[in-house]
């Protein structure tokens, strides 16, 4: 069983930046591709971005393209999603999630909150 982490999640001012992390329990696991997506209250759950594990493609919602950058580091298992010039409808919690290499688990992890608020 795998778990994911996220962290980094807060408050900040329109036009900042925060720094989200996603790390797995398990340091031996290797994902097919990572994701991460946000929902807000109210609202269904929005894709923001994905990268692949072995290769690192990466792909965004067009929401976030030019402000998002997800990354991984494979030596920790942790995948990244550095967001810039927030916004308050980027307020969200935000979730990753990890789908195994045979494409029959996805793994999810609690959530982080952000707000983007003056």
């Known amino acids: 069983q795998v778990q994911l982490k996220e962290s980094g999640g807060g408050l900040v001012q329109p036009g900042g930046s925060l720094r989200l992390s996603c790390t797995a329990s398990?340091?031996?696991?290797?994902?097919?591709?990572t994701r991460w997506f946000r929902q807000a209250p109210g609202k269904e759950r929005e894709f923001v971005a994905s990268?692949?594990?072995?290769?690192?493609?990466?792909l965004y919602a067009d929401s976030v393209q030019g402000r998002f950058t997800i990354s991984r580091d494979t030596t920790n298992n942790t995948v990244f999603l550095q967001m810039s010039n927030l916004q308050p409808e980027d307020s969200a919690v935000y979730h990753c999630?990890?789908?195994?290499?045979?494409?029959?688990?996805?793994?999810w992890g609690h959530g982080t909150q952000v707000t983007v608020s003056s």
């Open positions: 990268i692949s594990w072995v290769i690192g493609t990466t």
């Open positions: 999630a990890a789908r195994s290499t045979d494409g029959q688990n996805d793994y």
């Open positions: 398990n340091p031996t696991f290797e994902p097919y591709t």
